[in-house]
């Protein structure tokens, strides 16, 4: 079993920037794809970003330029900083873990956080 909390959501005015971290326990993560996904408020859950085990790097069209998804397997953690912050990028951001090849699905994902707010002001 792996165990996901992520932290530091927060409100930020557009423009700004937040580094989301996503610390996992219970098994090392270091050959698992790992993936962040966000929910806004009466939408599905969509994917923003994953890293293979390896550290390759995949984006949504929406974030790609701003975001970036980074990992530190000695400290069994995983990262998305979040530059140029837009209103639209509001929502609850979860973070996801699967053994294997990484996905943009959902349903792929094995194991998931209880999710960070994020609110980006106007």
């Known amino acids: 079993q792996v165990q996901l909390v992520e932290s530091g959501g927060g409100l930020v005015q557009a423009g700004g920037s937040l580094r989301l971290s996503c610390a996992a326990s219970?098994?090392?993560?270091?050959?698992?794809?790992m993936g962040w996904f966000r929910q806004a408020p009466g939408k599905e859950r969509e994917f923003v970003a994953t890293i293979t085990w390896i550290g390759s790097t995949y984006y949504a069209d929406s974030v790609k330029g701003r975001f970036t998804i980074s990992r530190d397997n000695a400290k069994n953690t995983v990262y998305l900083q979040m530059n140029s912050l837009k209103p639209e990028d509001t929502a609850v951001y979860y973070c996801a873990a699967k053994p294997g090849v990484h996905s943009v699905y959902v349903y792929s994902y094995s194991y998931w956080g209880q999710g960070t707010q994020v609110t980006v002001s106007s």
């Open positions: 219970g098994r090392t993560i270091s050959n698992y794809a």
